[in-house]
Structure formats: structure tokens, C-alpha cells
């Protein structure tokens, strides 16, 4: 059990496959307790009350959920650490550690923390990727009722190696490219599909590097602006104030040598 | 010294009477009723006028106390030393009243010390927690000489006093890495964010406007004491501090040109949308004009001419905040957020609040030091009168400030009326039937246990229960019958009883939809009877 929870998880989704029949959508709403928000659910949008949708683009079914990025941006900015990365991929929330800053809103790339904006109490809501389901050795539950296989659960490399299967043995089926083997640097769900992803609401123009890097480039640069700007000011100072008192020394002396008068200058 | 007893109603204080009472009623509603009813924020839009307005502008417009302590203390200037103790109090008043925004904002608020022992170094965010903190305790250092004074308080006034320069040299570095992280916020969502905004160099640009917003501030703020308290300082100081404003913009501007140059967004500038004209705007009124303006030295020394071009760098300042925060978030957000009623008022509460403490401080602490100053020179008019003829200067200045006034509120407003004519381009989810039987595998046969009432067992069969044309799992599975725990026993939830109720099988079996439950003699089409 131990073992096979270190391995890291993924899902797939193959928009060809998908029929629409919001299997995925009911079986989350029950895992997660959540109340009815829509009845259609093809119109439902991500909330604090709904993790994964079924919508209907450019006349296929895409899924939208948590990306359960490799180097999540909403990890890295969190500022109290709320947010955990696991092993296994999921992406996870401790709400006892959360301000409710909603950074993590603010600088997730694909839109989908939620929160919980009528609580008195609120809370960032999003998929969880069934964490406590893989802990068991179970598929997440979205995957467990997929009756078509267009969601899949698995092992991240195994599925990236069926997903570029189903592209090398579907010559023009799908659009080469498998989506969040290098979005913001790796997710832990992929995606396939038979139209461009922009057209499907996934945005192409995602940097191909972890996102966290951008603003490690600023943070990274602190010890040096403290210690040089500390030294660099200091060092001012001291030279302003030494000639402050040079200058000082100097109007004394000359004051000096005006009421001593001319000739004694040497001493 | 002039008693005049009770404070009389004037109508600047019935304003601040009807902001406070405006404010205090959002307050109620904003802990009341949460977040979700007292602003427009959204899962789209989670930061809006608190954050864009009450934080960032309120820590840039706390600028004035770094730059004039720096000048002051490190580089040994000592002529602009009369204007450090108003600069250090707007900087200490600007943070406070930063922290109560975030009290607002949080939505745990009570949960705003944990970065102090719940670490994310990786975090900007977290860095402008512990900013926050450390620069807002080294402001209150910096500044209470001037309460133990008032108290005559020697001891701590001496040990504070020892410790002016290495205060002021933390105020400085914790500064420098505040202003420019509140740009580094933005450094992490370069797909969100309109290049017009987003650059590399944000942390940098917020840097250095700082600096001539701090001089901007130092401005204003005199002059404005003047006005309310006759207090002022030497016009020439404060023409000196238009300079180097100058000099800063000049750098920004320049900066801001190759910046935008080398990512070859500066065409994006001149397209007719809403970025566009608000980023002019914001160009125009806050870097361009005030430049220009303080670059002329009639202007500059002219007191009406020093006022304006440094009214109008705070007022393009806030809106290069705003437009970082809001506007430039706008189009990728997908909605057009447009503050609550109760997040204008609060926030016009917490300026207001800034006013009267600013007033009380000057009014019972020495803030200005050389208070003899106003018996010699009572007014201002009178000293800018030394230094200039000034109908001439009044005039340029009019007709300058006019024009690039005039000029940053039509493109601010032609951008409005842009992005509402777009605001309905919104992209459609379409919902229309699906492809049917992609290699479609229906759940096994089910068979569902026996209940009190009922004839027999139940033999489900999902096949029978599907439309292929349309497959909607939802129709059933939504609260109906379970997914995930529905193997053999639901859990008695499927009976006949909760049938009969128009529950579980009833639900569609109602006699109406398809036969119902009762409807039929043959219970075997459904029951197993054995």
C-alpha cells in the first residue's frame, strides 16, 4: 500500500471518447458530498460546490478539474503553506493553516481553486484527485464510473505511454500533442483530443516551465539586495558623516587661522 | 495658540461624518455577510479594489518615509530633515491602515499572524507578510521620538535615538524589497496578466515609481498641511524634491519604453481596446505630464505648478496600480469586475481615517518641526511670491495640467465605453446533444435487494435504462441512486416505499414519465418472485 501510493498518479482524459453522460460529474458531486448546483450539468462551471464539469466545446465533451501540477503555482505562493503537493500527485488544502488571501486563485493557470465566498468561514475548494481513494489502492472516483474509458486513472508514466499509443496506432485521430506532460512544467492530468485545446478552453500559450520559477527569480535575489544594500548604505554612510566632519574640521580651521591672523599656519 | 472649543460643523467634516457612518455600515455588512455579499469578487476575480487600491497604493503611497529618511540620514542631505517626521507618519499610517484593509480583505482574517510561524520562503506573498510586519514595527520606531517627546519620556527617547541608523537602513532595505514584491506578486501569472502590465521588470518598475511617488507624497502632503494646518515647509525643498522626481520618472519612463520595446507589446498600446487607453492614460497622466511639468523649472518652483504635477503622479500611480491589479486581469478572467458599494466604502473609510489621524497627530505631536516657522511665513502665497512672478508660471501650468488632464480622462473613458462594447464577447459553452457510442460500455446488470414491501428482488438492467442517442447518466445519478457505493446494497435507501414517494425508481416509474410502479399487475417485468 505504502509503495504503490509513491508512484505518481495520474489521469487521463481523451475528449474522443467522451460521450457527455456526466458519470464523472454525479460520482464527484457523491464522493465529495457536494449539493446539486446546476441543472444541466453540461452548463455547471467550476465552484466551491462542484470540482469537475463537463462542458461542450467546439462539439466534443472536455472535463475541467484540478490540474495537480507537478511544481503547482498555488503551492509556491501560498503564503502560510496550505496548499501540499503529494507524492502520489494530488494537490492538496489544510484549511486550518489558511489566511484566505486567495493567492492561490489569483495565480493558478488554469482558473481552479474555488472559494467559498457566502461562508462566514470560507474556504479555497477544488478536486482533491480522490487522495484518500489512491491511499486505499482505489482509481479516483470519476475515473471508477468513466463508462467509456475517456477518464482514465493510472500510474502518470504508464498513462503517458498509452496516451502516445493511442496517438501512434490512430494515425490522424488526434491532434499530436498530449496536454500537461509539459504545461507549466508537467500536470498529473493529461489530455487528449482530436481539435486544437484552445479551441476546448485549455490554453496553448501556458509557459513549458514550472510557473513557481518566475517569482523564484525575484525571491531569490533577497539575501543579495539585503546584505549589498545593507553594506552599500552603511559604507555611505560612513563616508557622507566622515565628511560631514572633514568639512566641519576645515571651517574650524580656517575660522582659526582668520582670528589668529596670517603667518601661523604651521602649527 | 487659537482655541476655537467645540469643533465646528464645516462641510468637509459632514463628509467625513457621512464616509465614516458609510463605512462603518459596510464593516457590519462585510463580517456579517461574508465576502460573496458584500463585494463583487468572484472565483474569476478573487482580488479586486482592497487589494488593488487599500494595499498596493497604500503601501506606494508610503513611500515618501524610505526615500526622505535615506536622503536624510544616509546620504547626509540635511536640508530636507524638516520634512522627515510628516513622511515617516503618512509611511507608519500608510502600513496600519494597509493591515485593517487586510483585515477585510482575509477572508480568515483572525489567521493574519500565521506567516509568522507557518513558512513558505518561496512564497511572495509570504515576503510581504514578514515586509509588512517588520517595516510597519521599524516605522513605529522611527517615529515615536516624536510621541516620548511629547510625553517626555528621556530614557526611551534616547535609546530610540541611538537607534536611528540602523533603523533607518532597515526601513530602507525592507522598503526597497516591499515596494518592488508587491510587483513580484504579479510575476507569477504571466498568462493572466496584459503584457501591457506584465513584464519581467514589474518588481523594478514598482521600485522605482515608488521613489517619485515617495517625493510626489512628501509634496502633496505639506502642501496640504498647509492648507489644514498651516504648517508648511521651505518652497524651495520642495522644488528640489520636484527634480528628483523628475530625474525618477524620466528613468521609469525610459525603462518602461524598452521594456515594452523588447517584448514588442508596445504596439498593443495604440490598439483600440480598454488596455490600451488605460495604459495611456495612466502614462500620460502619471509619468509623461508630471515630467514634463516638473522638468520646466517655472513650473517647478511655482507653488500651484509643484501642486499639480504632484497630484498628478499619485493619481497616475494609483492608476498603474489599479490597472496592474484590476484592469489588466480583466479580459483573461473572462468577467468584468466593477467594485461593490461596500468595497468603495470601505476603502473611502480607511482613507478617511488616515486623514483624521494625520490631523490629530500634527495637531497634538510635534510632526513639523520648525513650527516657528508659521508666525514668520503664515502662508505660502507669500514665499512662492518671493520666488517668482507668478500669473505667468499659474498660467502655464493651467494650461499644461489641462490639457494632459483632459487628455488621460478621455482615453480612461474611451477605454470604459471599449470594454463594455466587448464585455458581451464572452465565450459560449455549447449544449448541444453528444456524439453517441465513442465504444459506450454499459454497467453491469444490477440486482438490488429485497425490501419490506416489496414483491421480490429487483433486477436493474442499465442497458434497458439508456437512451443511445443521448447518454445522461445525471438523470438517475444525481442524488437518486448512488455510483460509487451502489454494488448490491445501497444501504436501504432504494425501497419500495421510497418509490411509492416518487423517490429512487418512482422518480421516472411515476405512471406519467414511463409506467409506474403500480401501474402494472405483472411485478415480474421488474421483481424477481422466484
Not at chain 2, 502590465?197 to 514598482?206: K, M, N, R, T
Not at chain 2, 492648507?227 to 525618477?248: N, T, Y
Not at chain 2, 484592469?327 to 461596500?342: A, M
Amino acid at each position: 500500500m505504502e509503495t504503490r501510493s509513491q508512484v505518481k498518479k495520474a489521469i487521463l482524459f481523451d475528449t474522443t471518447l467522451c460521450i457527455g453522460c456526466g458519470a464523472c460529474y454525479e460520482a464527484c458531486k457523491e464522493k465529495n458530498s457536494l449539493p446539486r448546483t446546476h441543472n444541466n450539468f453540461l452548463r455547471d462551471t467550476l465552484s466551491a460546490d462542484t470540482y469537475t464539469v463537463v462542458n461542450r466545446r467546439a462539439g466534443r465533451f472536455v472535463r475541467r478539474m484540478c490540474m495537480h501540477c507537478d511544481s503547482p503555482t498555488c503551492v509556491s505562493v501560498c503564503p502560510v503553506g496550505a496548499l501540499e503537493k503529494t507524492a502520489a500527485g494530488p494537490v492538496l488544502y489544510d484549511e486550518s493553516k489558511c489566511m484566505g488571501c486567495r493567492y492561490c486563485m489569483q495565480a493558478c493557470p488554469f482558473n481552479v481553486p474555488a472559494y467559498e465566498w457566502d461562508e462566514p468561514i470560507p474556504r479555497i475548494r477544488k478536486c482533491t484527485l480522490c487522495a484518500d481513494r489512491i491511499a486505499e489502492g482505489l482509481p479516483t472516483a470519476c475515473a471508477s464510473v468513466c463508462p467509456t474509458g475517456a477518464t482514465k486513472f493510472g500510474d502518470r508514466a504508464g498513462l503517458i505511454a498509452e496516451a502516445r499509443q493511442r496517438i501512434h496506432d490512430n494515425p490522424g485521430r488526434y491532434s499530436d500533442h498530449i496536454y500537461g506532460i509539459e504545461e507549466v512544467g508537467g500536470t498529473s492530468v493529461l489530455l487528449l483530443s482530436d481539435v486544437p485545446f484552445d479551441s476546448l478552453g485549455y490554453r496553448m500559450d501556458l509557459m513549458k516551465a514550472p510557473l513557481p520559477d518566475l517569482t523564484w527569480q525575484a525571491l531569490e535575489k533577497i539575501p543579495g539586495v539585503v546584505t549589498v544594500g545593507g553594506a552599500l548604505m552603511s559604507g555611505i554612510y560612513w563616508i557622507t558623516r566622515r565628511r560631514a566632519k572633514v568639512r566641519r574640521a576645515l571651517s574650524e580651521q580656517a575660522k582659526d587661522i582668520e582670528s589668529a591672523g596670517p603667518g601661523e599656519s604651521d602649527s | 495658540m487659537t482655541r476655537s472649543g467645540l469643533p465646528r460643523l464645516t462641510f468637509w467634516r459632514l463628509v467625513l461624518v457621512a464616509i465614516l457612518l458609510a463605512g462603518f455600515y459596510a464593516t457590519v455588512i462585510r463580517f456579517v455577510k461574508g465576502l460573496g455579499a458584500s463585494t463583487a469578487l468572484s472565483d474569476q476575480f478573487p482580488w479586486g479594489l482592497w487589494i488593488g487600491f487599500d494595499v498596493m497604493c497604500g503601501v506606494a503611497l508610503a513611500a515618501g518615509g524610505f526615500t526622505i529618511s535615506a536622503v536624510v540620514y544616509i546620504f547626509n542631505i540635511e536640508r530636507f530633515k524638516p520634512i522627515i517626521r510628516p513622511t515617516i507618519l503618512t509611511a507608519f499610517l500608510g502600513y496600519s491602515l494597509v493591515i485593517v484593509a487586510l483585515f477585510f480583505d482575509l477572508g480568515k482574517p483572525y489567521n493574519i499572524w500565521h506567516p509568522i510561524i507557518m513558512w513558505n520562503p518561496r512564497s511572495v506573498m509570504f515576503e510581504v507578510g514578514w515586509c509588512v510586519t517588520l517595516y510597519t514595527t521599524v516605522l513605529a520606531l522611527e517615529f515615536s521620538p516624536v510621541v516620548f517627546e511629547r510625553l517626555k519620556l528621556e530614557r526611551p527617547l534616547k535609546i530610540v535615538k541611538s537607534l536611528t541608523i540602523p533603523l533607518v537602513i532597515m526601513g530602507v532595505i525592507l522598503s526597497t524589497l516591499h515596494q518592488s514584491s508587491l510587483g513580484s506578486l504579479f510575476l507569477i501569472v504571466p498568462s493572466k496578466l496584459h503584457p501591457l502590465w506584465y513584464s519581467p521588470l514589474l518588481p523594478l518598475f514598482f521600485f522605482i515609481s515608488a521613489i517619485a511617488l515617495g517625493c510626489a507624497m512628501t509634496i502633496l502632503e505639506s502642501f496640504l498641511s498647509l492648507r489644514a494646518f498651516r504648517k508648511s515647509l521651505e518652497p524651495h525643498l520642495l522644488a528640489a524634491l520636484g527634480k528628483v522626481a523628475a530625474v525618477v520618472l524620466g528613468l521609469y519612463l525610459g525603462l518602461k519604453l524598452y521594456d515594452l520595446a523588447s517584448r514588442g507589446a508596445l504596439a498593443r498600446a495604440f490598439e483600440p481596446a480598454y488596455e490600451g487607453r488605460m495604459f495611456l492614460a495612466e502614462i500620460l497622466l502619471g509619468a509623461i505630464a508630471p515630467m514634463v511639468m516638473l522638468a520646466i523649472p517655472r513650473i517647478r518652483k511655482d507653488q500651484l505648478g509643484l501642486f499639480v504635477s504632484a497630484l498628478m503622479i499619485v493619481m497616475g500611480f494609483i492608476m498603474n496600480r489599479l490597472n496592474v491589479g484590476i484592469t489588466g486581469i480583466d479580459r483573461s478572467s473572462g468577467v468584468n469586475y466593477f467594485p461593490s458599494l461596500t468595497e468603495v466604502s470601505v476603502t473611502l473609510m480607511i482613507v478617511a481615517i488616515g486623514f483624521v489621524i494625520f490631523s490629530l497627530a500634527v495637531k497634538y505631536l510635534r510632526v513639523f518641526e520648525h513650527e516657528e516657522k508659521r508666525f514668520i511665513v503664515p502662508e505660502l502665497p507669500a514665499a512662492a511670491a518671493l520666488n517668482r512672478p507668478l500669473k505667468s508660471a499659474g498660467a502655464l501650468v493651467m494650461a499644461l495640467g489641462a490639457c494632459f488632464v483632459a487628455g488621460a480622462m478621455a482615453l480612461a473613458y474611451s477605454g470604459v465605453r471599449l470594454r463594455t462594447a466587448a464585455a458581451s464577447v464572452a465565450e459560449a459553452v455549447e449544449d448541444a446533444p453528444g456524439r453517441a457510442g465513442a465504444s459506450f460500455a454499459p454497467p453491469a446488470e444490477l440486482v438490488i435487494a429485497r425490501s419490506a414491501a416489496s414483491p421480490g428482488w429487483v433486477r436493474f438492467d442499465h442497458a434497458a435504462h439508456i437512451n443511445p442517442e443521448r447518454v445522461d447518466c445525471t438523470v438517475c445519478h444525481s442524488g437518486q441512486f448512488s455510483m460509487l457505493g451502489a454494488k448490491l446494497d445501497t444501504g436501504g435507501r432504494v425501497s419500495t416505499e421510497n418509490s411509492r414517494k416518487m423517490d429512487n425508481c418512482g422518480a421516472c416509474h411515476n405512471g406519467t414519465t414511463v409506467f409506474g410502479i403500480r401501474d402494472r399487475r405483472d411485478c415480474a417485468a421488474c421483481h424477481l418472485t422466484e
